[in-house]
């Protein structure tokens, strides 16, 4: 197995080791407001959500894992049988390893085999080239493509890429393609002056991927040999502050990263996010237990979700952007901080 394929699969097996599913996060800091007279019926609740071009009849989906090692392919195998099964989107993890080795292709073609007509994404990191990514979009005829900034993840490593010039080839990228293009983190969250400087260039959505779930810092410093980086473990802006932070540009916003239940979702959707995407939780019960138990999990959660809505007296994903909330004051603050930079 080659270098990066052994790192890929120790990606799946460190962040189990590291996976804690009661982790506190900054979802923990925001309360809902629940009311007692909704005057609504729960059949007229509707969770479904019109972005990227698509109607989702869900507003959460399996968002960018693996890929690449024969482990990675049974993975995205099972991931796509559910989704298919859910009417879930889902993402595939970076396509970079499947454009170098023909062999690996099948570990993320097998997402289109297993869910025909399903909305699928694509997913390479943002300095790679046009055809690169439009190789990308044709392995698993993708609806649409996220672009993943990965700059310190790849710092942190010791054979990580070093060159960060992205913002003209995110340019190219967009104005050449048709796929819609998401711009996307990987756990770090995403500063609101670079949604600012992507927005300006035509990039319309964005994946904030924050703090509070997956830590790759954790997961790249046990692959280092020589130096551990442990200190670098808290960088980054959460889901929560992220969100609230870029809401004020006019872009399309999707939130992951530490979200942990359908209370997560609904939150992530009144602080801004069109979409919620879900790694780290759904991965744990596929690779802890069995596909059965991933399926009892999106089950439950999508029976929950209407119900939540219901319980603070929104009928839709529109409304549920006006809901009132109350963020602690620690988040008020380091928003109130971020919105004066
Ligand atoms: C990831 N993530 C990721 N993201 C990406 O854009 N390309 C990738 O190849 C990967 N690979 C990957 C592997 C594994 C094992 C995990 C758990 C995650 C990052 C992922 O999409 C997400 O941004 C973070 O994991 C934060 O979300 P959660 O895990 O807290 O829900």
Redesign the pocket.
């Known amino acids: 197995m080659s270098d990066a394929l052994q790192r890929?699969n120790e990606?799946?097996s460190l962040?189990e080791k590291y996976y804690d599913p009661n982790q506190k996060n900054d979802f923990d800091e925001i309360r809902l407001v629940p009311t007692l007279i909704p005057e609504l019926n729960l059949s007229e609740v509707d969770p479904t959500i019109d972005i990227l071009g698509s109607h989702f009849l869900h507003s959460f989906f399996i968002?960018?894992?693996?890929?690449g090692s024969s482990r990675a392919k049974e993975i995205n195998s099972q991931l796509a049988t559910i989704a298919n099964k859910y009417h879930l989107a889902m993402?595939?993890?970076?396509q970079k390893i499947g454009i170098i080795d023909q062999n690996t292709k099948d570990s993320f073609s097998v997402v289109r085999e297993k869910n025909p007509d399903g909305f699928i994404i694509a997913?390479l990191?943002a300095n790679q080239k046009i055809e690169h990514v439009k190789e990308a979009i044709k392995m698993i005829d993708a609806n649409a493509i996220?672009l993943?900034l990965?700059s310190i993840q790849e710092l942190v490593n010791s054979e990580g890429d070093r060159d960060f010039h992205l913002l003209n080839n995110i340019e190219n990228i967009v104005n050449s393609i048709e796929q819609p293009v998401i711009i996307?983190?990987?756990?770090f969250g995403i500063n609101p002056n670079d949604v600012k400087r992507l927005s300006d260039i035509g990039v319309k959505v964005f994946?904030v991927?924050?703090t509070?779930?997956?830590n790759?810092i954790k997961?790249e410093n046990q692959q280092n040999k020589t130096h551990h980086l442990d200190y670098l473990e808290e960088l980054g802006l959460s889901?929560v502050e992220s969100l609230l932070a870029a809401k004020k540009y006019a872009v399309n916003l999707i939130g992951?990263?530490?979200?942990r239940n359908p209370l997560d979702i609904i939150k992530a959707h009144v602080l801004g996010a069109k979409l919620v995407?879900?790694?780290?939780?759904?991965?744990h019960p596929l690779i802890k237990r069995d596909p059965d138990s991933l399926e009892t999990m999106i089950t439950e959660w999508i029976e929950m979700i209407p119900k939540i809505m219901l319980m603070i007296g929104t009928k839709n994903l529109e409304e549920l952007k006006q809901a009132p909330y109350i963020p602690s004051s620690k988040i008020a603050n380091s928003v109130n901080f971020l919105d004066k930079n």
Do not use: P, R, W, Y
């Open positions: 890929k990606h799946l962040f968002n960018a894992m693996t890929g993402a595939v993890g970076s997913n990191s996220q993943h990965n996307k983190s990987v756990g994946d991927s924050g509070g779930g997956t790759f997961i889901t992951s990263g530490g979200v995407g879900i790694s780290g939780t759904f991965l």
